[in-house]
């Protein structure tokens, strides 16, 4: 946490406006009442949503138990099955409905229907368990966007074994001290993935990350690229062989409302990555609902959440919040400039996409490329479209809306977290006036806030931190194993609020504008990363003495990775070892992680107490006006870091955004 809090960045005003089309206001499911509804008692109104919206065991009487606050549960005398919400009580109505059009990246695809889906899991759910996967049992899922993915996580969450998903992007030692602090019994994962053209090597990466994890008793592998692999007798068995024959209609074990869903790692401001718990019923019922409000999918709509399953936004909005709502999806395997850059808007084409939510990093990646690739598609079925994952900038939000909206199609600026669980603050289709930038109001039932160092809150226009002072259901139980960094990390600096670790302010309308990270956490494509993760995967290279890395400012990619390093006295830096270094972050921690820039020198700036001047690093990162160093230790260091910082910025090479 930085000691001087967020600072009110001075926005150009922004003075356009968008009212909600007449249509769309007319036929929204999100109605005004709710805001009023939730208003009046934010309990009953969450109590009354778990009931409306979700098919329960035993339905819950109770909402939210404070008395061991900050570990709230929510209708925890309720007992359900989620993947039983997902699928079995779609089936008589809607089992033909498509759950899915997936698109594999080399251009196959599949049409999965509901009772194709709960086939599917009902299988993988029989086979896992006779493999020993019991309820509580922790899995890991290690895949790339196949269907497998969502057959994996809701076969899990079927027999009641928590699952943890880690992005196919991580590293092999990424995916090891993922399962270890978890606890994982079994992974499942493919022998490769296709991402732009290439393989990725899953399989391998699983044996070298399983090396030194003894209590993985069962690989299970689906076959995706027919590659060679290693294989372990004994331990590795075929997705498709395991499956074959098994029971089509496994019945769901009913789990209490409380009980674990999954665990997902994220970023923290230390190097060690903090296991997000989610359960059952309360993550759900915040799914559901916001899924409804927010994109207002029914039954003629074709939904695309083009983010990864392996992140939250994946898990929240591609798997448990549409097919609990039984509504069709779009699933793609691979990148977007895969063949060509208008891989997309094909895509949205073909399948008739009324809804697209994405990131602003891919959007300004399209900026960037140019609008004769959307232009090549007719886009008209789409009506609306959403962000999620960092700031959108007032210039990508037009562009969304003017290139790929075609001027008519509202944009929703969701504005979440991993340990919310599922949207807090975004506006409503039928409702909000939209402003370019802003994510506009926290949802019917939620308390959000903005407050100064004392708590209280600061007047419209000032800035402040980001809290939330009423839990919801969606929210994270604990970090996984370690309750006490739980408490510190979300609950202690404004003992009763929830701390977001995001700055924002209000405006003269009380709408939110998000203004970034107060910590040491960067956000690269939408990606989390802490800072001290890359510097320890940095030092853990024989060349390096220390390091320290910032986000900065990026065009395309929000923040971009910037690290400077000095070497140990008897090594000669070059741009090899440059190259080599960056090469070897992507090895420790996964391609996401490889720093744009390398800055190497002779020392680093410092405080007299020895701290390193982060924001000063920021500052010549982004190319600003230097204030006063002469708390320094070290003050001449500056002028030859930033004389080195501005080459490198000048040569830093074009890493793919998304
Ligand atoms: C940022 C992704 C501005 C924020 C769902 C948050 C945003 C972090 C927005 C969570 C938004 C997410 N506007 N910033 N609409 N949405 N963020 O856990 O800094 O991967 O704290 O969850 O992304 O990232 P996470």
Redesign the pocket.
């Known amino acids: 946490m930085s000691s001087d809090g967020p600072t009110i960045e001075s926005l150009a005003v922004e003075d356009r406006r968008f009212p909600p089309p007449p249509e769309l206001a007319a036929t929204a499911i999100a109605r005004p009442e709710l805001y009023e509804e939730a208003a009046a008692d934010a309990e009953a109104f969450w109590l009354r949503r778990a009931t409306e919206l979700l098919d329960w065991v035993t339905p819950p009487a109770a909402a939210c138990d404070r008395s061991r606050a900050p570990f709230f549960t929510w209708f925890a005398d309720g007992t359900l099955n989620a993947s039983a919400n997902c699928l079995d009580r779609h089936l008589a109505e809607r089992g033909d409905r498509v759950a899915y059009h997936w698109e594999g990246e080399p251009g196959d695809r599949q049409t999965i229907t509901y009772r194709d889906l709960h086939e599917r899991v009902c299988r993988l759910a029989a086979g896992l368990r006779e493999l020993g996967v019991r309820r509580g049992d922790r899995v890991a899922i290690y895949l790339g966007m196949v269907p497998e993915i969502v057959v994996a996580m809701l076969a899990c969450a079927r027999l009641g074994a928590p699952h943890t998903v880690v992005f196919g992007g991580f590293s092999p030692e990424s995916l090891r001290d993922r399962i270890l602090d978890c606890g994982c019994t079994a992974l499942i994962t493919a022998d490769g993935g296709w991402r732009a053209g290439k393989e990725v090597p899953l399989k391998r990466n699983a044996d070298a990350a399983l090396a030194e994890c003894p209590d993985v008793r069962s690989v299970v592998v689906v076959r995706r690229t027919g590659s060679e692999i290693g294989w372990v007798d004994g331990r590795d068995v075929w997705y498709h062989e395991l499956v074959e024959g098994r029971d089509a209609d496994l019945a769901p074990e009913p789990v209490g409302a409380e009980h674990p869903l999954y665990i997902l790692y ?1 970023s923290g401001s230390t190097g060690k990555p903090k296991g997000i718990l989610h359960t059952t019923g309360g993550y759900l019922t915040g799914v559901a609902a916001t899924h409804r409000w927010v994109f207002d999918a029914g039954d003629d709509d074709v939904y695309w959440c083009a983010a990864d399953a392996g ?3 994946g898990h929240s909005y591609i798997v448990y919040g549409p097919l609990a709502n039984g509504v069709t999806s779009v699933l793609y395997e691979g990148a977007p400039g895969t063949p060509d850059r208008d891989r997309w808007w094909e895509i949205c084409a073909r399948y008739g996409v009324t809804i697209l939510y994405c990131a602003p990093t891919a959007i300004r990646t399209f900026m960037k490329w140019g609008t004769e690739y959307p232009a090549r598609h007719d886009l008209s079925s789409l009506r609306l479209l959403g ?6 900038n007032p210039e990508a939000w037009m562009w969304y809306r003017t290139h790929i909206g075609g001027g008519r199609c509202p944009v929703m ?7 919310t669980g599922h949207i807090l603050i975004s506006p409503l289709p039928g409702i909000s006036t939209l402003k370019p930038g802003s ?1 506009s109001r926290p949802l019917p039932g939620i308390a959000a806030d903005v407050v100064d160092a004392a708590g209280e809150s600061v007047p419209l226009g000032q800035g402040g931190f980001l809290v939330i002072r009423e839990p919801w259901p969606g929210m994270l139980r604990t970090l996984y194993g370690d309750d006490e960094r739980y408490v510190e990390t979300y609950w202690s600096q404004h003992p009763g609020m929830y701390l ?3 700055g924002a302010r209000r405006d003269a309308d009380g709408d939110f504008w ?1 203004l ?2 107060i910590d040491d956490v960067m ?1 690269v494509s ?3 990363l802490s800072t001290i993760e890359v510097e320890s995967a940095l030092v853990d290279h024989p060349a390096v003495a220390e390091a320290a890395v910032v986000g900065r400012a990026d065009e395309t990619t929000g923040q971009a990775i910037a690290a400077f390093v000095t070497l140990k006295g008897d090594v000669t830096g070059d741009e090899a070892l440059i190259q080599e270094l960056r090469g070897h972050v992507a090895t420790k921690i996964g391609a996401i992680a490889r720093p744009k820039s390398i800055v190497l020198t002779d020392d680093l700036p410092k405080t007299r107490s020895g701290k390193i001047m982060r924001r000063l690093l920021r500052d010549i990162s982004e190319n600003r006006q230097l204030g006063d160093v002469t708390t320094l230790a070290n003050e001449d260091v500056v002028s030859e870091i930033a004389g080195l910082a501005s080459a490198a910025r000048a040569s830093g090479d074009e890493d793919k955004a998304v």
């Open positions: 994220t992140w939250v936004t962000s999620v994952g960092e700031p959108i600026d969701t504005w979440w977290q991993t340990e994510a977001a670790g995001d998000l970034g990270r956000n939408g990606h989390r």
